[in-house]
């Protein structure tokens, strides 16, 4: 509101300037100087181009965003899994679409399919995110979601490391997704997501079994030197059940708008990376499910809460009032 507000006063200014010109400029004597000049006409074009270039710099849309987004759907490209991955596409080529009000941004993805004989495995996976690496720069949004199979390696003592010694999992091995001749443990997806740009905010969601063990572990995904990264977690760390096929729903939802978006728990008129997590978590939470999610450290204060995906539409109505205005003075 303190931007629009803000151009208000500018726009007043800009009508004073307005009406602080001159009717004519150079050629007033119409009579005897063939070529002079419309003063009202030039005026027009002067204060047009003025209005046009304030505009420009006021509301002009800022650097380029774009999202990327690896998405992994385990077992078989027919599934509800590779579904869930399409519904959670679907959803980012929304909040793209909200952000272009401001930022242009596109949408990269490295979706990885599986195949109706063979599920993805962890090279394929790290091969995606490294494409993301390769590319990611500051101001740039990473989302990673898999959906699948998850499990632990084996019940080798201190494997995992907990540093909170909260391992209640029915093996003491870390965590892994992907398929069993091609394993990824949450310490080697640790491990490639901390080699992309430490400026760049990552969303990380793991529907697999056992994927609340996939935190808290001395190399796990939200280890102390990770920065930028918000994660959710379908199940606790001792559970075998994935069953998260609806969170991409809940995610799609959380940017659906009535009077205003569902997912903006403070009704500021924008919604947050945490609002969008913590909406699909509560939904969770109300079936009587488990699960989790939070952040790792972050740059600037409060983040993800701070980090806008859903900004409040102000540049349309921006430029839509200069417009007004400057259409109501033609008229006049």
């Known amino acids: 509101m303190s931007k629009l507000k803000f151009l208000y006063r500018r726009t007043c200014r800009i009508r004073f300037f307005w009406n602080s010109l001159p009717r004519t400029i150079a050629g007033t004597n119409k009579m005897t100087d063939n070529r002079a000049i419309s003063g009202f006409k030039l005026k027009s074009v002067a204060v047009s181009a003025f209005l046009f270039m304030f505009l420009f710099v006021q509301a002009a849309p800022l650097k380029a965003?774009?999202?990327?987004?690896?998405g992994i759907g385990n077992p078989t490209a027919g599934d509800p899994d590779m579904k869930a991955v399409d519904t959670l596409d679907k959803?980012?080529?929304?909040?793209?679409?909200?952000?272009?009000?401001?930022?242009?941004?596109?949408?990269?993805?490295?979706?990885?399919?599986?195949?109706?004989?063979?599920?993805?495995?962890g090279t394929?996976?790290?091969?995606?995110?490294?494409?993301?690496?390769a590319k990611a720069k500051e101001g740039d949004l990473v989302v990673f979601y898999y959906i699948g199979h998850g499990n632990r390696t084996d019940a080798t003592p201190g494997k995992e490391d907990k540093t909170d010694s909260t391992d209640k999992a029915k093996t003491k091995g870390d965590e892994w997704i992907g398929k069993t001749s091609d394993k990824l443990t949450d310490d080697q997806l640790a491990t490639v997501l901390g080699s992309i740009?430490?400026?760049?905010?990552?969303?990380?969601?793991?529907?697999?079994?056992f994927s609340g063990g996939m935190i808290n572990g001395a190399d796990d995904i939200n280890k102390s030197s990770m920065l930028n990264l918000a994660y959710m977690l379908s199940v606790p760390e001792a559970d075998i059940d994935q069953g998260l096929y609806e969170y991409p729903a809940w995610l799609e939802e959380a940017i659906e708008k009535n009077t205003h978006y569902k997912g903006d728990k403070n009704e500021d008129g924008s919604v947050t990376i945490g609002e969008w997590l913590d909406y699909a978590h509560q939904?969770?939470?109300?079936?009587?499910?488990?699960?989790?999610?939070?952040?790792t450290s972050w740059t600037g204060?409060?983040?993800?809460?701070?980090?806008?995906?859903?900004p409040e539409p102000t540049t349309l109505v921006l430029l839509g009032l200069g417009g007004l205005a400057l259409l109501s003075r033609r008229k006049g």
């Open 65 to 70: 965003m774009p999202i990327f987004f690896v």
């Open 91 to 121: 959803t980012l080529k929304k909040i793209a679409k909200a952000l272009g009000q401001e930022y242009k941004p596109t949408i990269i993805k490295a979706t990885v399919t599986a195949t109706k004989t063979e599920e993805v495995g």
């Open 283 to 295: 939904k969770r939470i109300a079936k009587g499910q488990g699960g989790t999610w939070g952040w």
């Open 124 to 133: 394929a996976i790290i091969n995606a995110l490294n494409q993301v690496k």
């Open 197 to 209: 740009n430490p400026s760049v905010p990552k969303v990380v969601i793991v529907d697999a079994c």
């Open 301 to 310: 204060s409060q983040p993800p809460t701070d980090y806008v995906i859903i």
